[in-house]
Structures are given as C-alpha cells and as structure tokens.
C-alpha cells in the first residue's frame, strides 16, 4: 500500500490498478451496474423485458417487474433484491470472502449492496424492521471462522439505522455444501434445518425482516428461514442478497413475463 497527497492507496482487487477504493470506481461501473430484476426473486430479467419496463416507468405506468414462476408460485419470502450477478470477477472474491477468510472484503462488498438498497428504496415501501443474517452451523462457522452474512449484515444495519439480531433464527442441523447439489437437493437438505427460539418470538411479532446472505442461487435456504420466520410471527420477509445467480445457473425463476 502506498500513500499520495495524504491518500492511501491499494490494486483493486478486480483489475490490479492503483485505487483509493478496494474494488475500484471503473470496475464497480463495468461489472456492478444496475439492472432490472424480479422483486419477487431478483433474478435478472433479459434486455427485452427490462427495455419495456424501463420505458413503462419513463412513461409514469407500473413497472413491477415479475418472472413468470413467481407470478405462478411466489416464493415463501415477500420480494428480494440483489446487488449483483453471480459470476465474474464477484465470483471469485465471493469465494475468498466466503471460504478463504478475505474478512476485509466485506466492507466493498457492503458498500456494493448499499449502493443497491438505495436505487431500490423508494418512500411508499414498507421499512423494514430489523436485519437477520442467515446463519450457520457451529461447524461452518468453526471452519470460516466467521459468518460472512453476519459480516454484511452488521455493516449494512449502522448505516441505515436498522438493528441486526444474530439470535432470533438458528440452523439446527449441516450437511453438505450447497455449492455441490441440485435445486431439489438443497430443499431436501433444508427442510427443516432452521428454527426460531421461544425467547426470540416476541421480538419477531408483526414485524418486518430482512435476511441477508452472500449469494441466493435456488433460494431454497432463504424460502425455508422465510417459511420458520412467518409462522413465529412475522409479517414480511425481504431478501437482501449480494449476489445473485443468473438464469442459466440454477434459480428460481426460469421464464419471464411483462407485467400486466
């Protein structure tokens, strides 16, 4: 790391330049900008339907943007929101994040998310009430060290004035890594894997939470924490997900439809 006029500089972690940020304002550009999503699933909609969308919004008509599957079978969770694509160059600082113990990328990658939430946010939407990391087994955390949904979460929460609660949804049980299984494998390994305490029900009562994960593929995991939290009382569940697979790597949705 090197200093000039006062500034600390370091490579950008995606391209190698000389930068001020970690992952610099070219990259973010380049490979983090918006784009239209379900606000069900947050899966990327195609140029077509993202080009009728925008040109609906332009013209002040509805533009919620749906996929087909969740017009057909919505999700356990009440809508989701992601601030990237799964796939390169995220995917490989997601793995070092995740798995390599690059603790220090979590900050970037939150400030990339803020950036997400606030093109996202608008004034008639529901605020939430307080933010959830999905959580982990005794045994991941023992390997990572961390939780790396936790590592988000707790810089997500002081920056927008929400509290973030690592107490109110445990996982119960392991198995393999989800990164090795199949959309109906991942369900199967879930179902029931998570439960809320009984200390934690009156702190989840009509409110509004948010979880928030590194990267949503199926969305299986977080439909399960979704499907445990409502029936311990809570009203709304939103998805708050850094990543996010694209549609030809495994999701929930798998066709897409112009609003009505």
């Known amino acids: 790391m090197s200093a000039c006029s006062g500034v ?16 610099c304002a070219d990259c ?5 900008a918006p784009r239209w999503r379900c606000a069900r699933c947050a899966i990327g909609l195609p140029a077509g339907l993202a080009r009728h969308l925008q040109e609906a919004r332009d013209a002040g008509r509805p533009a919620e943007p749906l996929c087909a599957d969740c017009r057909r079978q919505p999700p356990a969770f009440d809508a989701a929101w992601a601030a990237l694509d799964y796939g390169m160059p995220w995917d490989r600082l997601i793995a070092a994040f995740k798995f390599h113990a690059a603790a220090e990328l979590a900050r970037p990658l939150a400030g990339l998310m803020l950036q997400a939430y606030h093109r996202a946010a608008t004034p008639d939407r529901d605020p939430p009430t307080l933010l959830l990391p999905v959580p982990l087994t005794a045994e991941r955390w023992r390997e990572r060290g ?3 949904a936790w590592e988000l979460a707790r810089r997500l ?10 107490d109110l949804i445990e996982r119960l049980v392991g198995g393999a890594h989800q990164a090795e299984l ?9 179902h029931g894997a998570y439960a809320v305490p009984a200390s934690a029900r009156s702190a989840l009562a009509g409110v509004h939470v948010v979880l928030v994960d590194d990267v949503m593929t199926t969305g299986a995991t ?3 924490c979704a499907r445990v939290l409502k029936r311990s009382g809570v ?3 939103t998805v708050w997900a850094l990543a996010r697979t694209p549609a030809d790597g495994g999701r929930i949705g ?3 439809c112009a609003p009505s």
Do not use: K
Request: charged share 20%; aromatic share 10%; net charge positive.
């Open 8 to 23: 600390w500089r370091s490579q950008c972690q995606v391209c190698d330049a000389w930068s001020s940020d970690v992952i």
């Open 28 to 32: 973010q550009a380049a490979f983090a």
């Open 146 to 148: 961390y939780n790396q």
């Open 157 to 166: 929460g002081p920056a927008l004035g929400l509290p973030v609660r690592d």
């Open 182 to 190: 199949s959309g109906e494998a991942r369900r199967r390994q879930v």
């Open 222 to 224: 977080l439909a399960e």
């Open 235 to 237: 009203r709304c569940v």
């Open 254 to 256: 798998s066709a897409y």
